[in-house]
Each structure stands twice: as C-alpha cells, then as structure tokens.
C-alpha cells in the first residue's frame, strides 16, 4: 500500500502501554476477585470525598460513614440519598456552574460534559479531576492496553478516531464543557496521538457533510490500523461520503489539497493543511481499486485494519447489518462498551459484546426488572445480580452522581474473575434512541404541543414510532379537521422536528449528521386512537381501565398495529 506514512515502529506504544496499561489491568482483576469489598470500599471512599460538600452534609453522608459493615453502609445510604434523576440535581450543577465550590463534591469540575436531557435545557454533567484521574486515565490506558492485547500490530498504523467538539463553551463562571469523546480522544498519551490521521480541529467544522469529507479525506489516503467511532451509524454515513466524493478524494491525494467544494473554515484548512502532501502513488492506487470493485469499501482501502470499536448493543445492531462485508476479515470488531456521557461503567477487553465494570471506582446498584414501575423496588447490589437476568443500573460517581440513575435496561452476560459483566438492552420506556439520540417521550408531546400553537392545526391523537430499519421517525396524527392532506401534514411535521432539534442536543446532533433522516409523516382514520386501544387489548386481553400507551416508543408490533388506521 503506497500511502502517506512507511509501517510505523510500535515498540514504544507497545512498550509503554505493556507496562501502564499491563499493570492497571492486573489491578482490575484483582479488585474483581470481590465485588462485594470493592463496593463497599468504593463508596466508603466516594462518601469520604464528598461529606464536606452542600450535598454531602445534605444527605448525611458522615454519619453514613458509621456504618460498621456493608449491609447497614447500604441501608443508611438507601435511607439517606433517594434515587436521583438529573434534574434532582440541577440545582447543585448550576450552583457550581455559577462559581459556587464544594457544592456536590470538594471544589469544582475541571469541565461538564453536556447531553440531551428530559427538558429543553441539556444536561451538563460535571467532571472532577478526580474523576479523570481514575476514568480517563487510568482506565483509558487499560482500553488502549487492550487493543494491543488482542491485535499486537495494531499501533503500526494510523487511527481514525471520530468523537466530538473537546471545547463546545464555557459555563458562567469560566468552566469548560464539551464532549466526552473528545475530551478523551485529547487526553490521550502522546505516542497514540500522533497515529491520528487528521487534527482533532476537523470536529469543529460545523457542517457535517464537510466534516466527514476531511475525516475520509485524510483518513483513506493512510494505512489505518484501528478506528474508533461510538455509533456504527457514523461509520455507515462515512462510508456514504466516500461513495458520493472518491474522485474528489483522489484529486485531493494526488495534489495534495482539501477540496474547496466542502464548506470548511480558513481557520481550520490552516490547521489541516500540514497532514497534506502530493501523493500521487496513492491516488492511482485509489484509482486501481474504484476499477476493480467499483464501490469501495474499508476492506480494499485499509485492508490492514485491525480494529474497529463502536457500539453494537441495543438499538445499535441496525447499522450492523449495513455494515456486514465491509471489513477486512480478521479484524477485531470490538464492542465500544457501556459508556454515556454520566459515566463510563466500564469497558470491553474482547472480542464480546460484554462491559467489564470498574467496582473500584464506581458504586453501582441495580433494580431488577421485574421491579420496574413498583411502588418500592428493590436495590440490589453488584454480587447480588444473576447472569441472564436483566436490570436497570444505578451509579453513584466521584463525579457528583449519587444513586443516579442511568433509565437504561442492561442484561448479566457472564463474569470477569468474579465480578458480573454486563450488557446494554434498551432504554428504559419512555425514551428513545435509535443512534444516541435519547429522545423522550415528554420532548415529543411538548414538540407537537408547540406545533399546534404555532400552526393552528389542532390533533386529537398522536403517536410516534422509531424505525430502525429506515432510521427515521413516523408521526401519526388524527388532526381534528380530517380533510387535513397529508401535505399539510409534512409542513406540520417540519415544525415538529424542529421544535424536537431545539429541545434536544443530541437530537439536533444526530438529524444535522444525517444518522436520524427525516421523520415520516402519516394521517390517521377518524377515532384511531379507540380503535387502536380496542385492537391492543384483544391482542392482549389486558385490563382496558388500565390501557395507557406510550406516545413515543420502539416497539414494532404495535407500529404494525398502528399501520391499520392509517388513511389510505
């Protein structure tokens, strides 16, 4: 392969992460021996760095501390702290967010990670340094470790590396936020950040499609050896620009440019331009492989690659299928793990879909699933949970998370040493997300709400439904004027989806970087909603008085179900 770099000298990655990275590895397994000490150490020392805050002092976390062993540790905690959802503690993140210190934990944080929330305000997620320390540190160097573990020739190439904006702004009192992605792509060890293919300033080009040109751009023209991407989806739509632009890739090899067909900044061209040289070698070797395949695909232009990362649970398996031939064989396709922006629980270290968790650094409960919805669930602790049974997790973080809960269904897959793996489901009902989006059932109400005050088209009845198959959302109305044409239920639907893209960050994210497409509009009969809820209980014979959909949902038996009261 005639490309921009010779095959690169792995010693001192391989040497460097052998030793960090080997060390902080066997430490892991250690403290998974027994998951019961470790998490009472762990909260023990979380409560311990905390019981001086607002928050702490709050909730009592010194008497806490008292407890003699673990099940009265856990009880007073129970007792103390009640599970949390983000906006229990949005008071505490503004107050540090304004400059106030030891508010949910000593200090302030280092940066907020934001993401999509229930309301129109996102979240943001702070981040201690104590926090980086262990997650974005120490366990980043048991993630790289583990590449080199199951593929030994994976740091003799470049890295293509798809995360998001490190710096997004500041909060009021001066503090960074961004994405989690990037801000662990940046803190990266300096001999892994010189593998990159392009400059970390390519994901601030705003326009997506231009951003995934300068990805690819650079990105084909090097021997790539591993890429890491959360969503399979983002792998799909690169893999569409690369159909659409290969002759402007090739011109752009050969004389070594960046096209000025894509809208990208002056500022960043600037940054891009020194991983820019004349290769005309590779551009005729580009040129060979569209003539013999046609369409060309990751395994003809990195057939060397030895690893890939995204997500492959959930909802995710979708793109999956799209994906399906593309690769080289022999690559590791490795799971990206049970990772969101509130915490990383853990991560993969083979060739599974099965998240190894961190009992060292993080308190974990879970709430089997047959407890869902009841009125006092029961919390069990990480020794307690069963393989093949399903949970939705908890977390309490050294990040100012207590008893936070995570609304995700999570699966027991089997263990490491002795401590439970465990895998990503579904979200928990009422929230949605088909490619990271999280969308929430309330976003979706109130979307519709303020469409028909801005339009005037009053609905009698509406339901939402993701489609997997064509990543898009199909809107149902019954509008009370039923010679409403379906038209008009298009532009109804635009103001729809723009409401739900100001309500909802990662939303806006997902439908600007065409991994959710347009929603669907559909007109229903008159009374469908009756007529629906008549046919679900017969399929079900489930008690009419207690019939309460979902408005928005993932479920494609009742989406066919739905289909039969739609205007034909």
Not at 151 to 173: C, F, M, N, Q, T
Not at 183 to 211: H, N, W
Not at 304 to 331: A, I
């Amino acid at each position: 392969m005639k490309i921009t770099e010779d095959h690169m000298n792995p010693f001192v990655p391989n040497t460097l992460l052998g030793i960090a990275g080997g060390l902080l590895y066997r430490k892991l397994k250690r403290v998974s021996k027994d998951p019961r000490k470790a998490s009472e150490k762990t909260l023990r020392q979380i409560l311990t760095y905390a019981k001086d805050s607002v928050y702490g002092k709050e909730h009592h976390f010194e008497d806490i501390l008292k407890a003699k062993t673990d099940e009265e540790l856990y009880r007073l905690y129970r007792e103390n702290v009640k599970p949390n959802e983000y906006e229990d503690l949005r008071p505490y993140v503004d107050r540090h967010k304004n400059g106030e210190a030891n508010v949910l934990f000593p200090g302030k944080p280092v940066l907020y990670a934001t993401t999509s929330g229930s309301t129109n305000q996102p979240k943001w997620i702070p981040i201690t340094q104590q926090y980086i320390d262990n997650i974005y540190s120490k366990m980043n160097k048991v993630w790289l470790y583990n590449f080199q573990m199951n593929r030994p020739h994976v740091w003799e190439g470049s890295i293509v590396s798809i995360v998001g904006k490190y710096l997004e702004g500041y909060a009021p009192d001066g503090t960074m936020y961004g994405s989690v992605s990037g801000y662990t792509q940046a803190k990266c060890p300096g001999f892994v950040k010189k593998l990159y293919a392009s400059p970390s300033d390519v994901f601030y080009i705003e326009d997506y499609t231009a951003r995934n040109y300068a990805i690819m751009r650079m990105g084909i023209e090097r021997n790539v050896h591993l890429c890491v991407t959360a969503n399979p989806s983002t792998m799909v739509e690169m893999q569409n620009n690369v159909n659409r632009y290969l002759d402007d890739y090739i011109d752009d090899i050969e004389h070594g440019t960046m096209s000025q067909k894509v809208n990208i900044p002056d500022k960043i061209r600037a940054a891009i331009q020194p991983y820019l040289k004349p290769n005309p070698d590779r551009a005729n070797e580009l040129r060979e492989l569209r003539a013999k395949y046609g369409t060309i695909l990751p395994k003809h232009f990195w057939p060397e690659l030895q690893v890939l990362t995204t997500w492959k649970c959930g909802n995710t398996k979708v793109y999956l299928e799209k994906l399906e031939g593309c690769f080289p064989e022999g690559m590791l396709y490795q799971e990206f793990a049970y990772f969101s922006s509130e915490c990383r629980f853990g991560l993969v270290l083979d060739d599974s879909i099965n998240t190894t968790l961190f009992p060292h650094y993080h308190y974990y409960e879970f709430v089997p699933e047959e407890d869902f919805g009841t009125e006092n669930p029961r919390f069990l602790q990480l020794h307690e949970l069963e393989v093949g049974k399903r949970y939705c997790p908890y977390c309490t973080t050294f990040a100012g998370l207590y008893r936070y809960n995570m609304n995700d269904i999570i699966e027991v897959s089997d263990y490491f040493v002795n401590t439970p793996r465990i895998h990503m489901v579904q979200k928990v009902n009422g929230i949605v997300t088909m490619t990271g989006e999280k969308l929430y059932e309330q976003q979706f109400i109130d979307a519709v709400r303020e469409a028909e005050k801005s339009t005037g088209m009053k609905t009698k009845f509406f339901i939402g439904f993701a489609d997997l198959s064509q990543s898009a959302y199909h809107f149902y109305y019954e509008f009370e004027n039923q010679d409403t044409t379906i038209e008009q239920a298009n532009e109804f639907t635009k103001v729809v989806d723009d409401n739900l893209k100001k309500a909802n960050i990662e939303y806006q994210a997902k439908r600007d970087s065409f991994r959710v497409k347009d929603p669907i509009s559909h007109l229903l009969q008159e009374n469908s909603f009756e007529k629906f809820k008549e046919a679900s209980l017969k399929k079900t014979g489930a008690d009419a008085s207690r019939f309460k959909p979902n408005v928005l949902m993932q479920n494609d038996e009742k989406h066919e179900l739905m289909r039969q009261f739609e205007k034909k």
